[in-house]
């Protein structure tokens, strides 16, 4: 069994800034990518960025410049940090890893997701 915990959700003014972590825990050997996608009322879930074991990124044009991912391999953890936010961030933010379990089978995990309002 493994399982992704969110926390760091809520409601900022805009231009203010939030910081999302998501920790992994079970039975996990390894975890290769790790990620971020959100989901707007109405829309498709999108992606918002991801990060390697290696620590490479990749960011959607929406939040380039605005958003920084990052991770803490050693406790299997990834973070969001999101400033500038803008109405239009608005969503339900998941978090996203793709691993090896202990059995050695491929697992992609998804976290129960975190709500991040962008409001006056």
């Known amino acids: 069994q493994v399982q992704l915990v969110e926390s760091g959700g809520g409601l900022v003014q805009p231009g203010g800034s939030l910081r999302l972590s998501c920790a992994a825990s079970?039975?996990?050997?390894?975890?290769?990518?790790m990620g971020w996608y959100r989901q707007a009322p109405g829309k498709e879930r999108e992606l918002v960025a991801t990060?390697?074991?290696?620590?490479?990124?990749d960011y959607a044009d929406s939040v380039k410049g605005r958003f920084t991912i990052s991770r803490n391999n050693a406790n299997n953890t990834v973070y969001l940090q999101m400033n500038s936010l803008k109405p239009e961030d608005t969503a339900v933010y998941y978090c996203?890893?793709?691993?090896?379990?202990?059995?050695?089978?491929?697992?992609?995990?998804w976290g129960q997701g975190t709500l991040v309002t962008v409001s006056s």
């Open positions: 996203n890893a793709r691993m090896l379990d202990i059995g050695y089978r491929y697992l992609e995990v």
């Open positions: 079970g039975s996990i050997f390894s975890i290769n990518a």
């Open positions: 990060i390697t074991h290696s620590h490479m990124t």
